[in-house]
């Protein structure tokens, strides 16, 4: 088992590009989780998943949107990138929303110049 | 608003001493506490879960501690080694409308040999 992936591991945008960030899981996990990371902040939820065919806005989801694909797959997209979206964003799953544990994918680092 | 505070930011001790990181949380009403790992360029590791009805756990060398009324948990670390060394993350999972995970902005670790 993977556990939960996350491609691409580095991307460096200029101001206004946009992109996609995959998160896939093969736990069988119903609900999926879009973090961001910043220092001195620790993680915040950007988009969560309940399940297959939802997706309901976390506490920072301004300049983002989500893709709930399949039960598998949880894509984040940046519209029109800004610097102030540079982070490490982090995927995570869970069994169900009340589940105990949340595990995590490695991380993408994300720069916008 | 819950917050999550973790002290100290950095610790460096020698191979073999025992430690201990501190978490403190503004709200009582969680549902548990979670301790996680995070190794450089990694993702978060989940090291212990403390249900808001328990007072502590172990798992081998470590043993977290949760006072919910005073709004502190501690992480217990006994001959610390220095694959131990990494950032250590506390986390509560609180209801805002939605279940999520409240997350400190962590304690690094360093242990030399």
């Known amino acids: 088992n993977a556990g939960v992936t996350q491609t691409p591991k580095f991307q460096v945008l200029k101001t206004g590009q946009s992109m996609t960030l995959q998160c896939a899981q093969d736990m069988n996990h119903n609900s999926m989780y879009w973090y961001r990371q910043d220092p001195g902040m620790g993680l915040r939820l950007i988009y969560y998943?309940?399940?297959?065919?939802?997706?309901d806005k976390g506490e920072v989801p301004n300049g983002y949107n989500v893709s709930r694909l399949n039960k598998r797959e949880f894509s984040l997209r940046l519209e029109s990138a800004a610097p102030s979206q540079t982070s490490v964003y982090f995927c995570a799953s869970s069994a169900g929303l009340s589940a105990n544990e949340q595990f995590f994918g490695p991380g993408t680092r994300l720069t916008v110049l | 608003k819950q917050e999550v505070t973790q002290i100290p930011a950095a610790l460096s001790v020698p191979e073999g001493e025992n430690l201990v990181l501190n978490c403190s949380f503004t709200?009582?009403?969680?549902?548990?506490l979670q301790w996680f790992r995070q190794d450089p360029g990694k993702g978060l590791t989940s090291l212990l879960l403390i249900q808001s009805s328990q007072r502590e756990q172990t798992s081998g060398r470590l043993n977290a501690s949760l006072d919910k009324s005073s709004g502190r948990s501690t992480l217990y670390i006994a001959a610390s080694q220095p694959g131990d060394s990494a950032t250590y993350l506390c986390?509560?999972?609180?209801?805002?409308?939605?279940?999520?995970?409240?997350f400190g902005t962590g304690t690094r670790l360093l242990v030399s040999p």
């Open positions: 986390a509560v999972k609180v209801n805002t409308g939605f279940q999520k995970l409240v």
């Open positions: 709200d009582s009403a969680i549902y548990n």
């Open positions: 998943s309940a399940s297959e065919g939802t997706t």
